[in-house]
């Protein structure tokens, strides 16, 4: 599942799932724009990764912000000429608690950012992919995105909305040999997840219920990233897939 000379923009990349997916994609040889809000944090990691021998650049992005998603797709084809491979990782989730507490400003900024943006992004990026005859946009959602839980009503609707745009993408762009498709992560070791993982007892109660029996860590996402963003991939378009540890088979 090699990604030698692929370009790849991943958000939401300095930490998490989206550093992990990074990681991996500069391990088969992919170049790889981290971005993230704040600029010193994508070049620590841009920094790492290249005291390792890869090829990164750090470009800092509000994926809230449209000018600051216009100049990340810009910057990355001034520096590598094209855009092969969009990982829309980039999420907030910045209330819990019943779906009728949430205000609408809350409402609006968890849509602009989990939704909106993922929109904007792969808007942005498809002529790019075009010219390039080929590309993968590869959605990250969340099992909460298909199954819902208590507490996470808004951000649950958000993920949803993100797996149906994905279907919409991939039925509208095959005919430009542009796929798309989304992975939905169950319960993952990050700071995303600070809150649940501390919490002693609510981990255990979590962790008893996933046939696993466990949380999963950040780089157990990487592998069906990969295979989505390789040519191995090629003809998987318009797909759902879940990284849960059977936490949907779980009832």
């Given at each position: 599942m090699s990604l030698k000379d692929k370009v790849a923009i991943i958000t939401g990349s300095s930490k998490g799932i989206g550093l992990a997916i990074a990681e991996k994609f500069c391990e088969q040889g992919a170049k790889v724009v981290i971005s993230s809000r704040k600029q010193d944090a994508c070049d620590v990691v841009a920094a790492g990764l290249a005291s390792r021998g890869y090829e990164s650049a750090g470009i800092a992005c509000?994926?809230?912000?449209?000018?600051?998603?216009k100049s990340l797709v810009d910057q990355t084809i001034e520096?590598?000429?094209?855009?092969?491979?969009?990982?829309?990782?980039?999420?907030?989730?910045?209330i819990f608690g019943p779906i009728e507490d949430g205000d609408e400003a809350a409402f609006d900024k968890i849509?602009?950012?989990?939704?909106?943006?993922?929109?904007?992004?792969?808007?942005?990026v498809l002529p790019h992919m075009i010219k390039n005859g080929s590309g993968s946009i590869i959605n990250i959602s969340s099992v909460e995105g298909i199954h819902p839980g208590f507490g996470l009503g808004l951000y649950s609707t958000s993920k949803a909305a993100?797996?149906?745009?994905t279907k919409n993408q991939a039925k509208e762009w095959g005919k430009h040999n542009v796929r798309s498709n989304v992975i939905c992560p169950g319960l993952v070791k990050t700071k995303f997840s600070q809150a649940l993982w501390e919490n002693e007892k609510l981990l255990g109660k979590l962790e008893r219920?996933?046939?696993?029996?466990?949380?999963?860590?950040?780089?157990?996402?990487?592998?069906?990233?990969?295979l989505l963003a390789s040519d191995d991939g090629s003809y998987m378009t318009g797909g759902v897939y879940t990284a849960d540890g059977g936490y949907l088979i779980a009832g």
């Open positions: 509000h994926v809230g912000d449209l000018e600051q998603r520096k590598y000429g094209k855009i092969d491979i969009l990982v829309n990782n980039a999420a907030i989730n910045p849509m602009n950012v989990n939704v909106k943006a993922v929109w904007s992004l792969s808007n942005l993100v797996i149906m745009l219920s996933i046939p696993s029996g466990r949380m999963a860590q950040p780089e157990e996402m990487t592998g069906i990233a990969l």
